[in-house]
């Protein structure tokens, strides 16, 4: 009978049985004793430790990445509101000084107050 217990082959039945026994040495807390690496139990730890740090600091990152690329756009709208401020001041500046030269001249040209109508 031991003999043929030692011949015996795995079958397929024997994948689901083996897996029910690992579930259940994992929920005691027994998996590892009985895959014999209790003396490596440290190193375990320290992997796991490592392998934990290692996502935290990929999502801090991550995290940090986002923020500066959103601060990048909010950056670059900024820009573009400064530069059409800067063409209204300079173009406001020049009208003021073409109104100027066209008072000199003695003409009755003014800013127009409202915009200009659009003809169909």
């Given at each position: 009978?031991?003999?043929?217990?030692?011949?015996?082959?795995?079958?397929?039945?024997?994948?689901?049985?083996?897996?029910?026994?690992?579930?259940?040495?994992?929920?005691?807390?027994?998996?590892?004793?009985?895959?014999?690496?209790?003396?490596y139990f440290i190193?375990?730890?320290?992997?796991?430790?490592?392998?934990?740090?290692?996502?935290?600091?990929?999502?801090?990152?991550?995290?940090?990445?986002?923020?500066?690329?959103?601060?990048?756009?909010?950056?670059?709208?900024?820009?573009?509101?400064?530069?059409?401020?800067?063409?209204?001041?300079?173009?406001?500046?020049?009208?003021?000084?073409?109104?100027?030269?066209l008072r000199d001249?003695?003409?009755?040209?003014?800013?127009?107050?409202?915009?200009?109508?659009?003809?169909?």
């Open positions: 009978m031991l003999g043929e217990k030692k011949q015996r082959k795995w079958k397929l039945a024997d994948i689901g049985l083996w897996l029910k026994n690992a579930f259940l040495a994992t929920i005691k807390g027994e998996f590892l004793l009985r895959l014999h690496v209790n003396k190193h375990i730890i320290y992997t796991f430790f490592l392998f934990w740090v290692s996502i935290w600091l990929s999502l801090k990152i991550e995290k940090t990445l986002t923020r500066v690329e959103e601060n990048r756009k909010a950056l670059q709208d900024i820009e573009i509101y400064h530069a059409q401020k800067t063409v209204e001041l300079a173009g406001m500046g020049r009208m003021s000084k073409i109104e100027d030269m001249k003695g003409s009755e040209l003014t800013i127009p107050e409202k915009p200009a109508d659009r003809i169909k």
